[in-house]
């Protein structure tokens, strides 16, 4: 921010320069973009980072911003039944990329309502081993291990046993012995289970039959262009994002002054199409150094005024050099 403002500092300060040693008879241009390109976020994500500040000089091919990567990890325990894509392809929404089918066949939702006597022993733990038997007459048994934990509410994973889909369970911490029942639940069957993300898949850490763990990780997936270039040489003008932000396919990113002309008011209808006129980036008592330009277009502002478009030839090393909205003079003529 400081040294956008000290180059602001500069330029007004050399403008009014400018504008006090001109003559009667020269014209004020000011340096101008050719043209502003503005960048769109190609795919949704969220921005890992954008390396641009406003103002600076961009370099066509460099890496203006990147995406955050995106790690795929088993929600379950299980089997890798198939695996939908290989490292390099492109994955959509709706793309199942990994089947797993879970260890065990039968997931209970169970809810707290047992016979514990301490508040602690009503608490249910992620990972805590339980015993299950059927409400009916007990001949139904399995056993199970606690998957998740919310409030009174709890999904247990039936690891072995026999049970009867939709049939109602007691939850137990100790085998046969009702004293340590902690809840009840409904018996539901586990389906198998596919992932999808949408992006390019850059790792696949998996193959068809490998037994995985609830939580492993199974693949890493990026956006299908992980990268944002910068189109064209030019200055940053407008930075629309910040690193963390989340974008959609479309948003503006940034936007590219690219090209440098010059913007000459013409009150007086002097200039011409295809005129050569002259320009000064110093301007001191000698006016030694001036370049040529040649007026290629004009529009008629709503004052009334005409605005041109000169275009700087020959050596245009320095001119480049210029920041936009420097200030320069424009004579008909050299002046000596």
Known sequence: M????????VVLLLSLF????????????SVSAESVLQVLSPSSGVLERIELEE????????????????RIFSPISGRVIFVHAGEGDLLLDTDAAITLSPTSRYLIYGTVSGTATTPEDALVHAGEELWIECTADGTHRAVGIVRSVS?????????????YIGETVYLLRQ??????????????????????????????????????????WLMTV?????????????????????????????????????????????????IHPGQTLYYALTNGEDRETWHPCIAETSLLRPDGVRVWT???????????????GFHVLVSEEPEE
């Open 2 to 9: 400081a040294r956008t403002w000290r180059r602001a500092a």
């Open 18 to 29: 400018y504008m006090t040693c001109a003559s009667a008879d020269d014209l004020r241009a």
């Open 55 to 70: 103002g600076q000089r961009a370099q066509a091919g460099t890496v203006a911003a990147t995406f955050r990567t995106e």
């Open 151 to 163: 409030g009174d509410t709890f999904q247990v994973d039936a690891t072995g046993g026999e049970l």
């Open 175 to 216: 085998d046969g012995d009702s004293r340590t029942r902690i809840g009840r639940g409904t018996v539901v069957s586990q389906d198998p289970v596919e992932l999808s993300s949408a992006g390019r898949v850059l790792r696949l850490r998996v193959q068809e039959g490998d037994e995985v763990e609830r939580g492993q």
């Open 222 to 270: 990026a956006e299908d262009q992980p990268e944002v270039l910068i189109p064209e040489d030019g200055i940053v003008q407008k930075v629309y994002v910040s690193g963390g932000a989340s974008v959609k396919t479309g948003d503006p990113l940034f936007d590219i002054a690219c090209g440098r002309v010059l913007t000459a008011e013409d009150p007086e209808e002097r």
């Open 310 to 324: 000169l275009r700087p030839g020959g050596d245009r090393s320095d001119f480049d050099l210029l920041p936009l």
